[in-house]
């Protein structure tokens, strides 16, 4: 993939990531976000990203995946035009919900 070449490119790559990171975050069960890579092919924009998670004890990691991509490729998209080519989603732990928070699974 290309590499960054000038400013736009730069301005570009930040909202690739803040988009992601947000609605990674917007979907249900995630607990928090850890990480997320991008790596953009500007000629032909296109972008390939690793999302790395925590998600909620009693969850299905499966749904929750899928929710996330979808999430971050309409996000992605709608900010900038780009394609998310691939989207790896890495569950890097389970947490328990904090008392209060609910009772609602997936």
Do not use: C
């Not at 925590?54 to 499966?62: M, W």
């Amino acid at each position: 993939m290309s590499k960054e070449k000038g400013p736009d490119n730069r301005i570009i790559k930040e909202l690739i990531l803040e988009n992601s990171m947000e609605a990674a975050a917007s979907a249900d069960g995630i607990s928090r976000i850890l990480d997320v890579k991008s790596d953009e092919d500007f000629d032909s924009k296109t972008v390939e990203l690793k999302i790395f998670i925590e998600v909620f004890y009693g969850y299905k990691i499966p749904a929750v995946s899928w929710d996330v991509q979808n999430a971050v490729r309409t996000a992605v998209k709608n900010a900038t035009g780009y394609k998310a080519d691939k989207i790896d989603i890495h569950i890097q732990g389970v947490s328990r919900k904090p008392k209060g928070a609910g009772k609602d699974r997936k």
